[in-house]
C-alpha cells in the first residue's frame, strides 16, 4: 500500500496562487503515476493532472493547463501541484491519487487505487 499525506492548502484570494504537495510513503517503489483530483460539494471527483514516474509525462485536465503545473521530486516521493490565477471555482478539497498500475492518462478516479485524505482550497471573490 501507498500512503499519500496532502498540504499545502487554504484560503486564497481571486488570483491568487497556492502550491500543494502530497508526499508519498510506503510501498513507493511501486507507483506507476500519482495525480491530483479535486471535489467541489455536491459535484462529482474530477480530474486536475497527473505525472507519470515511469518517463515524467503529465497530464491535464483541459479547463486547468496554463494555470496549474504539476511536478515531482523523485528523491522526496513528493508531487506538486501549483496553482496559479486561481478562480472562486476552483474551490474544492483537492485530492493526491497513486496507482501502481500502468497509466496513460486517464482522467477516471478509478484509474487510481491509493488515495489522500484531501485538503481543502478556497478561493474568495
Known amino acids: 500500500q501507498v500512503r499519500l499525506v496532502e498540504s499545502g492548502g487554504g484560503l486564497v484570494q481571486a488570483g491568487g496562487s497556492l502550491r500543494l504537495s502530497c508526499a508519498a510513503s510506503g510501498r513507493t517503489y511501486s507507483t506507476y503515476a500519482m495525480g491530483w483530483f479535486r471535489q467541489a460539494p455536491g459535484k462529482e471527483r474530477e480530474f486536475v493532472a497527473a505525472?507519470?514516474?515511469?518517463?515524467?509525462?503529465?497530464y491535464y485536465a483541459d479547463s486547468m493547463e496554463g494555470r496549474f503545473t504539476i511536478s515531482a521530486d523523485n528523491a522526496k516521493n513528493t508531487v506538486y501541484l501549483q496553482m496559479n490565477s486561481l478562480k472562486p471555482e476552483d474551490t474544492a478539497v483537492y485530492y493526491c491519487?497513486?496507482?501502481?498500475?500502468?497509466?496513460?492518462?486517464?482522467?477516471?478516479?478509478?484509474?487510481?487505487?491509493?488515495w489522500g485524505q484531501g485538503t481543502q482550497v478556497t478561493v474568495s471573490s
Open positions: 505525472f507519470s514516474w515511469n518517463d515524467g509525462s503529465t
Open positions: 491519487a497513486a496507482t501502481i498500475k500502468y497509466y496513460s492518462g486517464s482522467v477516471s478516479p478509478s484509474s487510481f487505487g491509493s
